[in-house]
């Protein structure tokens, strides 16, 4: 069982920066992180492959936000900037037992943060 706490959401107004943190308890092949406002679905916004450092994004966070990794703390960072009122959510952080799926399907991971709350004021 791998235990993913995050950490780093916060409020902030719109086109400020906010780096939000994911610390897993073991190794993972694959980290995301979702977000889901009220009365939303779940969304998948970035994604990485924990042995190559390979990423993926959402068309709605591309070249806004980056995903990264220190492998030797298992942690996983979200660098989010010129952050939008859209962008308001809760924030999760989720791992997979391997490499393969779809990068944002949702029950393809294995475990799940708590969530952290980031809000965009405008």
């Known amino acids: 069982q791998v235990q993913l706490v995050e950490s780093g959401g916060g409020s902030v107004q719109a086109g400020g920066s906010l780096r939000l943190s994911c610390a897993a308890s073991?190794?993972?092949?694959?980290m995301a992180w979702f977000r889901q406002a009220p009365g939303k679905e779940r969304e998948g916004v970035a994604a990485?492959?924990?042995?190559?450092?390979?990423?993926s994004y959402s068309d709605s966070v591309k070249g806004r936000f980056t995903i990264s990794q220190d492998n030797a703390k298992n942690t996983v960072y979200l660098q989010m900037n010129s952050l939008k009122p859209e962008d308001t959510a809760m924030y999760y952080c989720a791992a997979r037992k391997a490499t393969w799926g779809i990068w944002f399907r949702a029950n393809d991971y294995n475990y799940w943060g708590q969530g952290t709350q980031v809000t965009v004021s405008s």
């Open positions: 990485i492959l924990t042995s190559s450092g390979f990423t």
């Open positions: 073991g190794y993972t092949y694959r």
